[in-house]
């Protein structure tokens, strides 16, 4: 039995057929989806991407940091000793010069007293020289006379005006003498002040940190003493303020934890150069008025307002 050769032309025409078939629809949904992607957008599409465009107005800046005072410091033992006494504690009000603290000073005390009696001694000492001083001028002066009339030799005058010379010496010798002995005892003096703990300035005491008959060296914190006012904040903006700001413009600060309450700074100082490093530059405001619940070191918020 012979097997027929399958028909070539018709093969193909048959699958040029079923192809064309398959290819239609999608090249007519490919040009829809171009007429669509041409077509122009409505304006209710474009309305959002036009706000996003344009940038919010800035018209401030908020700036956090803590209040601080002018005068604020640790007061530091100047030398070393024991603290015999205190006379103030943290939360004491103090006035400048105000006597803190008292080391033991008794081996100061009659060390100054020595020196003292040094000092009187020396001084004695001076006044016999000079008194000295002038006899021997007295009796240089009669040998002189006395030269001119011819009735001493030359070896005698001589005599008295080397020694008249050699006790001016010895005046000036006691002299320096007394210098050293006066700086001695200045000196001394120095260190006992240094004994007695004092308030450098007007406040409070924020801290004690010694205890009495401590045992302390030069250098240790002893109070820490701080004024109560008046409250300051410095702060550090974007160079783009440096228009917007002026000394003596008033600016809201606010506390966290007193939600309710505003108070008004003013600006006392604004750095005259701007840091190229991070583009920005330093200021500080000072809170007017009654500090009211305000107190030195609480974190506030400064809102600088740049609307006209």
Not at 9 to 15: D, E, F, K, N, R
Not at 81 to 100: N, T, Y
Not at 168 to 193: F, G, M, P
Request: glycine share 6%; charged share 25%; proline share 6%.
């Amino acid at each position: 039995m012979q097997r027929r050769k399958p028909n070539d032309p018709v093969l193909i025409l048959l699958g040029a057929t079923l192809l064309g078939a398959v290819l239609l629809p999608g090249l007519a949904c490919s040009d829809k989806s171009m007429e669509v992607a041409a077509a122009p957008a409505s304006p209710a599409s474009s309305a959002p991407a036009l706000v996003a465009s344009v940038p919010p107005s800035d018209s401030g800046f908020t700036v956090s940091g803590p209040l601080i005072v002018e005068h604020e410091l640790d007061v530091l033992a100047q030398r070393d000793g024991v603290i015999a006494e205190l006379q103030s504690d943290a939360g004491a009000r103090v006035h400048a010069g105000d006597l803190l603290a008292q080391l033991d000073d008794r081996q100061l005390t009659a060390d100054l007293e020595a020196a003292r009696a040094k000092t009187h001694s020396i001084e004695a000492d001076l006044k016999a020289w000079e008194a000295e001083s002038k006899v021997l001028q007295s009796d240089y002066d009669r040998a002189e006379k006395m030269w001119e009339a011819h009735l001493i030799t030359r070896e005698a005058i001589e005599h008295a005006k080397y020694k008249a010379e050699a006790d001016q010496y010895d005046v000036q010798r006691v002299e320096q003498l007394l210098i050293n002995a006066k700086q001695t005892q200045r000196s001394l003096e120095l260190e006992l002040e240094k004994t007695q703990i004092r308030a450098p300035f007007s406040g409070v005491v924020a801290r004690r940190y010694v205890r009495q008959q401590q045992q302390v060296s030069k250098g240790d914190r002893l109070f820490w003493v701080t004024a109560e006012g008046p409250l300051r904040m410095r702060f550090t903006v974007p160079e783009k303020f440096v228009g917007a700001l002026t000394v003596g413009q008033q600016l809201a600060l606010t506390v966290s934890d007193f939600p309710g309450q505003e108070h008004k700074a003013r600006v006392v100082e604004l750095s005259p150069i701007v840091d190229p490093a991070s583009g920005t530059f330093d200021g500080m405001v000072e809170v007017m008025g009654a500090p009211g619940s305000l107190r030195p070191g609480m974190n506030t918020t400064l809102r600088i307002d740049t609307r006209p």
